[in-house]
């Protein structure tokens, strides 16, 4: 199996591995080790540590260049949004890591492998193990490849308000003008619809409906979000 995971690796991300005997540790859990107590073999506890928090570091640093205006409020929502359980067992999943899993029989049939939390302590120990064999280089490039593109994709957008998304996604090539226009107020006032507008240096992106200018104002920044990240 480890030998399968250095030949995706290989192909896939043109990782290769110097040390093995690491790469099989962090892909091995404990019931693995239990059930060949004979081959002195280790788990990826010690390593996941280490991969918390060389994950926390590079998305630390990442999203403080790339978001200069955010204050460290929006900051820690959005590095808590992305260095969580749901968000590395999502790229485990992904990478297909959760085939390599070295598991004793019974985890197996219990079903470990889909484990969200087991998914997000494999996740951690690769990138600990990528650190411990290539250094910082080969981790930044594989999480600019798996992690990073995602930001772009609104997988954290629920962390950071549309509009200041919206913002950071335009202005990343320079300074842009974005205004939000009231085009209309209606509804009832119990029910009242507020329709707006966004434009980007003049030009209508996207309208956005919601019970408060405020409200639409979000809405209309979503929808332009989604709009341009499909143009692009």
Known sequence: ????????????????????????EAFTQASYVNEHPHQNLKYYERIEFLGDAVLQLFVSEYIYKRYPELPQGKLT????????????????????????????????????????????????????????????????????????????????????????????????NGDVDIEYRLLSEGGTENDPIFTVEVTVDGKVVANGQGSSKKHAEMDAAKHALQKLRMDK
């Not at 250095?6 to 896939?12: G, H, I, P, V």
Request: charged share 30%; net charge negative; hydrophobic share 40%.
């Open 1 to 24: 199996m480890i030998t399968e995971l250095q030949d995706y690796l290989a192909k896939t991300y043109g990782i290769n591995f110097k040390n093995t005997d690491l790469l099989a």
């Open 77 to 172: 929502r959005l590095r808590a949004a992305m260095v969580c359980e749901d968000s590395f067992s999502k790229f485990a999943k992904e990478c297909h890591f959760d085939q390599y899993i070295r598991l004793g029989k019974g985890e197996e049939m219990a079903g470990a492998r889909d484990r969200a939390s087991l998914l997000c302590d494999i996740f951690e120990s690769f990138i600990g193990a990528l650190y411990l064999d290539q250094g910082r280089q080969a981790v930044e490039k594989f999480i600019h490849t798996v992690i990073f593109p995602k930001l772009d994709m609104g997988w954290f957008d629920h962390a950071v308000d549309a509009k200041t998304s919206l913002q950071e996604f335009l202005q990343r």
